[in-house]
């Protein structure tokens, strides 16, 4: 059973910049994603990446968090611009796919996740 480990998070003033990673125990070929939760609200996709580095991204994201994945089985989301609304707990995930085209950010499609990392953003 793969196992995801999240890290990086912690706290920023808005404008800043914060890099989560998420060490997978075992590599694959699948769609992998971060994902966020706010207090009180729903986990949302927040950027997905297919096997061949396609790339996709919540509008709210869009321009400021980059997603990217190396060959140590490290998932990476970097965090600009940061905004108080982005406060939230972050989580990585496998999807139960792989694909060379873009990758859903459904929660419902990724069944191996992190234990993940809080992000508070100040302003």
């Known amino acids: 059973q793969v196992q995801l480990v999240e890290s990086g998070g912690g706290s920023a003033q808005a404008g800043g910049s914060l890099r989560l990673a998420c060490r997978a125990s075992?590599?694959?070929?699948?769609?992998m994603g971060w994902f966020r939760q706010a207090p009180g609200k729903e986990r949302e996709g927040v950027a997905s990446?297919?096997?061949?580095?396609?790339t996709e991204y919540a509008d709210s994201v869009k321009g400021r968090f980059s997603i990217s994945r190396d060959n140590t089985n490290t998932l990476y989301l970097q965090m600009n611009n940061l905004k108080p609304e982005d406060t939230a707990m972050y989580y990585c995930?496998?999807?139960?796919?792989?694909?060379?085209?873009?990758?859903?950010?459904?929660?419902?499609?990724?069944?191996?996740w992190g234990q993940g990392t809080q992000v508070t953003v100040s302003s």
């Open positions: 995930a496998r999807a139960s796919y792989g694909s060379v085209g873009l990758c859903s950010r459904l929660t419902s499609e990724y069944d191996v």
């Open positions: 075992v590599g694959s070929n699948y769609c």
């Open positions: 990446i297919s096997m061949t580095g396609r």
